[in-house]
């Protein structure tokens, strides 16, 4: 909350440095902080909510562009540094903002009091430097080689115009109906949006008469201006520029730069230097217009934009004041709560709740709305218990598996259990009166009770019990099919060994199709199969097309999953995928189709299809 005070100071700084009134810096810096979009992000990506991370840079170039210090640069650099450890997203989006004043320097020797070759020694030490120290430090900690090279999201957090320059969650904005994102907005006061138009209007203009110096000269400040067109890049990169979902491909020629999974983010400093040149421009219009109502105007606009930011801001308290009853009570005094302290949390080594759920390797998504996500955090709180569930990104891939495999069907040994520090057994965590999926019921069966309360109920899980499970489910296996195999029903199996590899492999390229087959009859069938890749980076990702059609040719039925959903064990990186399907006119013909937007090279493998 203190980032925001200090986001109104610098920007008060920064309109000072712009030759504005004292009081009208006061009132600018307070408005722009109470109207920033950095507010949102106190609910989630609390990281990112460090509200003076983009006026600081501002105001150090400014101070830097009249008097080109090595002073200054190194306290950018430690600055640079500052914030790339609270986190990278900052580094990369206060580097692209900067582009252009570090052209601008470059070539012109810094402004003229230096040479291009001093200009580079200065970006080296503000820019360069500090980063590479903090990537060699952050790296050498990072036990986790196999994190995920495309995250999920790019195109799903792309900034819109209108939730930029129209007041969307506004009073005066009530009746307009526009599908956003509540952390993809960042509103410029409709003083910022009059501005930004009458800015690009006088740009085109100034241009059609080859007037460039002064097209791109925003006041009299040639340090801002050049700060100025550098978060319009800023801009146009958070609507996922030159990238779209018709070409997502592309994105694989991005390199690293796909980490930064979420281009809206880079509307942060467009909006601070959209308000910040709203309240300049206001200002050096008024200096300069000789006309009457002049007063009035500007009376209007600083009112009607408080009016703005007080509105943006006013409910901001009730939703961030976030008291979990359970979690404050740290030491135990609730009903729920009592039991807690009647154990020895020594004694066991992990955690895992149920209903399960791990999110985070960009690869598999499991119950990201499970009832388990609160309590079981609050209770690895008060208990010091390690979760083999997440809720995070850019987690390791074979850890997540290796988590995810507990919950997976039994079928090998497990491999987590090796990776275990000791053998103490595992605390159960089960939510009271919720149904379980059949894999999570066969952890409880294997458990011991240790407290039944009224919403949560622990268990204590043996490393033996675990390894139990995959006999049981083995002995399960022989007996079904011991008396499976007098069933009558429809079967058809398909185990590809015409194929040259004796198992269908297709390319990637396109969507691919490995089976196409006619059911005779109707009713509920269950459909399974092989294939490999489940421990491969955007593999599990790949969607799953199943078609139904009538015998004349006419689909009736169409189902797009993903693998990564449909798979219910793993032995290595096979994964083993089954689903049912209705099939509900005879001579039904099924095609079933896989495809991945991303994946460029390599094929898909397919195998024993029943």
């Known amino acids: 909350l203190f980032s925001f005070v200090l986001c109104a100071l610098f920007v008060y700084l920064i309109m000072i440095e712009l030759k504005l009134p004292w009081w009208y810096a006061i009132l600018g810096g307070v408005l722009i902080a109470m109207l920033s979009t950095q ?3 106190l609910s989630g990506h609390y990281n990112l909510a460090v509200a003076f991370a983009f006026p600081v840079p501002i105001y150090i170039l400014m101070r830097f562009y009249k008097k080109p210090l090595y002073l200054t640069s190194v306290i950018f650099g430690i600055y640079m540094f500052i914030i790339s450890a609270r986190h990278l997203y900052f580094t990369l989006i206060i580097m692209t903002m900067i582009i252009p004043f570090w052209i601008h320097m470059i070539f012109s020797g810094l402004n003229g009091k230096g040479k291009w070759y001093q200009a580079l020694l200065h970006f080296a030490v503000q820019i360069f430097i ?33 939730a930029i320059f129209l007041p969307i969650g506004l009073p005066h904005g009530s009746f307009m ?8 907005t960042a509103y410029v006061s409709l003083l910022g949006t009059i501005v930004f138009l009458v800015i690009g209007l006088r740009f085109f203009v100034l241009l059609f008469k080859k007037q460039f110096k002064e097209a791109f000269l925003i006041g009299d400040s040639k340090s801002f201006s050049w700060i100025f067109w550098g978060s319009v890049i800023c801009l146009l990169l958070s609507f996922g520029l030159p990238f779209s979902p018709a070409y997502e491909k592309l994105l694989n020629y991005t390199g690293p730069l796909r980490q930064f999974r979420v281009p809206g983010r880079f509307i942060m400093p467009f909006y601070y230097l959209m308000t910040i040149t709203a309240f300049y421009m206001l200002w050096f219009w008024f200096k300069s217009t000789k006309l009457k109502i002049k007063y009035v105007v500007l009376v209007v606009a600083l009112l009607f934009t408080a009016f703005e930011s007080i509105m943006h801001i006013r409910a901001r308290p009730r939703q961030y004041r976030h008291t979990l009853e359970h979690l404050n009570d740290w030491d135990n005094k609730l009903e729920d709560n009592r039991w807690i302290n009647e154990h020895n949390w020594s004694e066991y080594q992990s955690m895992i709740p149920l209903p399960f759920f791990h999110v985070g390797s960009e690869n598999y998504w499991i119950g990201d709305r499970s009832p388990a996500l609160q309590p079981a955090f609050i209770m690895s709180i008060k208990t010091g218990l390690p ?16 988590n995810i495999d507990l919950v997976k069907e039994p079928y090998h040994d497990y491999e987590i259990l090796e990776k275990l520090p000791s053998d103490k057994p595992c605390l159960l965590l089960k939510l009271s009166g919720i149904n379980l999926l059949q894999n999570e019921a066969r952890l409880i069966s294997k458990a011991e009770l240790v407290n039944r309360g009224n919403k949560l109920d622990s268990y204590r899980l043996s490393i033996d019990s675990i390894r139990s499970l995959i ?11 011991s008396t499976d195999s007098l069933s009558a029903e429809f079967r058809l199996f398909e185990d590809f060994k015409s194929e040259p590899e004796g198992y269908f492999s297709g390319s990637f390229k396109e969507p691919v199709t490995f089976f196409s087959g006619i059911i005779p009859d109707t009713g509920t069938f269950s459909v399974s199969f092989w294939w490999e890749g489940a421990d491969r ?53 099924i095609d079933l189709t896989v495809y991945n937007k991303l994946i460029i090279k390599g094929n898909i493998q397919i195998d024993n299809l029943l």
């Open 39 to 41: 507010w949102e992000r």
């Open 130 to 162: 500090p980063l590479l120290v903090f990537l060699i430090l952050s790296g050498m900690n990072d036990e986790a080689i196999d994190r995920t090279a495309y995250p999920w999201g790019f195109y799903f957090s792309r900034m819109k115009l209108e």
């Open 177 to 184: 109906e526009f599908s956003y994102h509540s952390k993809s």
């Open 387 to 402: 979760l083999h569930a997440a809720l995070l990104s850019r987690t390791s891939i074979s850890q997540s598996l290796m």
């Open 471 to 481: 006999v049981d489910r083995q002995n399960e296996l022989r007996t079904l099919a």
């Open 537 to 589: 980076d955007l593999w599990p990702r790949s969607n799953l097309f199943v078609d139904l059609y009538r015998s004349n040719g006419e689909k009736y039925h169409h189902l797009m999953t993903d693998l990564f959903r449909e798979m219910v064990l793993r032995e290595g990186s096979w994964g083993l995928v089954e689903f049912q399907i209705d099939v509900k006119e005879p001579f039904t013909k």
